[in-house]
């Protein structure tokens, strides 16, 4: 059922499929919000069209002024370039989150520039498609998914417990850390995954020969586990720039379990490797 919102007016800084699947979820979940869209691409106006955003605005300033939530939905590189002109149009009561995948640099940057009443929370929704764009948003998109925030749940600044309670609403699960751990953490359960997606679709690629074996031999086992590599390199190019650390280490230990899968390919140890396996997957069918 809809309900009161916490925030009056949000700024939605790019429309794209985060911005986007935000706005419809905070619009089926609170009709009365107003909400203004901005981006850099003809997006703003397709989420006008679609009713998705109540009006546009041409500026980030404009966008911003009167809104005491502003969510950024741009890519890493986009948003820490914003955040100067952010921090300085923003209102003394507004909370300014992010969703960019990689949280360390985007924090890095907003303690440099959020230094008066303004509050910067950085957030991280673990929810997406391997489709991104206004086209792809749905309000169901958070629904169930880890939201992470870059904070301590006990935190006294009754914003962050705000933003809590409207994640809560749109049906997502706060998550709270500090920037360096999530990174880490997401190394291994969102970065790590996509670049198996591309090795895998590499070898599948030059390992078909002209008689289209042996992809066209491939059921739906090889489908859903390359779905990832439907992901474009836009989307990936700033996470791989501003986590390059964690996810090395993340290869490196990607490469261990191979190694380790290879020298048992004959021997019962395997079959411990594939009780875990199904151990973990069985955890996370469950639901949380």
């Not at 966008?63 to 590189?77: E, K, N």
């Amino acid at each position: 059922m809809p309900s009161t919102s916490p925030f009056h007016s949000v700024a939605i800084l790019g429309t794209g499929l985060i911005g986007g699947s935000f706005a419809l979820a905070l619009r089926k979940q609170f009709p009365d919000i107003a909400l203004i869209g901005y981006d850099r691409s003809s997006s703003a106006e397709d989420a006008l069209a679609r009713g998705i955003v109540d009006r546009i605005s041409s500026d980030i300033a404009s966008t911003i002024q009167t809104c005491d939530l502003v969510y950024i939905a741009l890519p890493i590189g986009a948003t820490i370039e914003a955040l100067p002109a952010i921090a300085a149009a923003a209102q003394p009561n507004t909370l300014v989150t992010d969703a960019c995948s990689t949280k360390t640099s985007v924090c890095k940057a907003a303690a440099m520039h959020f230094q008066s009443a303004a509050r910067f929370l950085g957030g991280h929704p673990m929810a997406g498609k391997e489709h991104a764009g206004i086209e792809n948003a749905e309000a169901e998109l958070f629904r169930g998914a880890p939201y992470a925030l870059m904070a301590g749940e006990s935190d006294p600044d009754p914003r962050l417990s705000k933003f809590a309670d409207l994640l809560t609403a749109i049906g997502a699960r706060s998550m709270w850390s500090d920037a360096e751990t999530h990174d880490w953490a997401v190394s291994i359960v969102s970065h790590l995954p996509q670049l198996l997606a591309v090795a895998l679709a590499r070898v599948v690629q030059d390992e078909t020969d002209e008689t289209g074996l042996p992809l066209s031999l491939a059921g739906p086992g090889l489908l859903d586990t390359l779905r990832l590599a439907g992901s474009p390199y836009a989307i990936w190019r700033d996470i791989l720039l501003t986590n390059t650390t964690n996810i090395s280490r993340a290869l490196d230990r990607l490469s261990q379990a191979i190694d380790y899968l290879r020298t048992n390919l004959t021997n019962k140890e395997i079959e411990n490797e594939f009780s875990a396996a199904n151990d973990l997957y069985k955890s996370l069918r469950k639901p949380r």
